[in-house]
């Protein structure tokens, strides 16, 4: 950002809004259109770090040239029978907010690499970890980022959203009981391009696929219900300022 600071100003705030178009929960077929809004907040000077649109949100309190290490924030949505009635008899998956910490590394440059580790907000929600690399490449106005994407799941992460009980599977009739393990789930790729109209204003689009694997490809919930196939895409616009 290009914004020129007032003397007293002490802070750059990021207002944003969003909405995407993802799946209904992790693993489903049918999509949902979600709005939400964000912010950011930087002190006045401080150029703006580069962030994903799939990025939880952080904060860095060890910042270099080439590291960035920090608490991280993301919100995870449920898995519910409102429309959606062929999860009838299995357990809802309320959402979540999940916590913990990130470390991104630029070796160049145009190259960025990210580690999130994160666990919601109930004993259930369990472990989860992501794995991002993108190259990143600004061309005027526009700035352009894309990469793979892998993600991990803990046994109770794994077993809360890709795991049925007999109960359950007795009370659907579409599924078998299964009982899957830790382990990569998910490995993929997203893009994004952000187009800063001027100092204030600025837009980004983002699409990404994953490909459910493993484990959570073999859950009956995705194969008899679901998709392997998880596509997200979105769009943001975002207005910055200054505040004392």
């Known amino acids: 950002m290009t914004t020129t600071a007032q003397p007293t100003s002490q802070w750059i705030v990021t207002l944003k809004g969003n909405g995407i178009f993802s799946p209904d929960y992790l693993g489903a077929s ?17 150029p703006a770090a ?10 860095a309190l060890l910042e270099t040239p080439w590291l960035r290490i920090g608490p991280v924030a993301r919100y995870r949505p449920g898995r519910y ?5 062929e999860l009838f008899g299995l357990s ?14 630029w070796p ?15 004993d259930d929600d ?10 990143v490449q600004p061309f005027g106005k526009w700035t352009f980022s894309a990469g793979p994407r892998l993600s991990f799941g803990a046994d109770t992460f794994m077993r809360t959203n890709f795991g049925v009980t007999p109960l359950e599977a007795s009370l659907n009739g579409l599924v078998t009981p299964y009982k899957p393990s830790a382990g990569l789930f998910g490995a993929g790729v997203s893009g994004a391009a952000t187009y800063q109209w001027d100092q204030n204003w600025s837009t980004t689009v983002q699409a990404s696929w994953m490909r459910l694997v493993q484990d959570a490809a073999r859950s009956p919930i995705v194969r ?21």
């Open 30 to 46: 049918d999509y949902t259109f979600t709005p939400f809004p964000s912010l950011g907040i930087r002190r006045a000077g401080t």
């Open 50 to 59: 580069f962030s994903a649109p799939d990025d939880g949100i952080g904060i």
């Open 81 to 85: 029978l409102d429309d959606n009635a």
């Open 92 to 105: 809802k998956v309320p959402w979540t907010i999940e916590v913990g910490a990130f470390a991104e590394v």
């Open 108 to 122: 160049t440059p145009n190259l960025r690499a990210r580690a999130e580790i994160r666990h919601g907000f109930r």
């Open 126 to 135: 369990g472990w989860v970890g992501d794995l991002a690399a993108d190259f």
């Open 224 to 244: 008899n219900i679901g998709s392997r196939d998880q596509f997200v895409l979105g769009v943001s616009a975002a207005y910055s300022f200054y505040v004392q």
